[in-house]
């Protein structure tokens, strides 16, 4: 059973406002991030709304930058406290395999997932 009953419609946020649906995850974000102390830029919230999306296409520069992302909100979460710090590096690496996935099956994306400190951290939640 389905706990909540979703419906698609012609007349719905989703398709009728992309962009007021796109301004309110961006808002929803912001104050998520406030919470571990982080004033998110325009720019940040962007990359956070690209990890979330299906299936984005994904370049080595934006890459790169996702993991610099991901890297400070486990680091500002470290310091405030906020979220369970192994429960949060485990969704942070969660999130860091599906931007690799997107970035493309090829050799370049077994380096970055295998050298990233987002692999350390999540190995390190085990213990």
Known sequence: K???DYRIHPESVT???PELQLEK???IFRQQLAK?????TEE?????LLIKAKNPAID??????????LLKIGAYNDKSMRYDKK?????IFNRWLKACKNYGLHMRMFYFLGTSKLLKQYIKSYF
């Open 36 to 40: 571990l102390g982080i004033e998110a």
């Open 15 to 17: 398709n009728s406002r």
């Open 25 to 27: 995850e961006k808002e």
């Open 2 to 4: 389905y706990l909540v």
């Open 60 to 69: 080595t520069k934006t890459l790169k930058e996702i993991e610099r992302w």
């Open 44 to 48: 940040e919230l962007d990359l956070h």
């Open 87 to 91: 429960m949060l590096s485990r969704t």
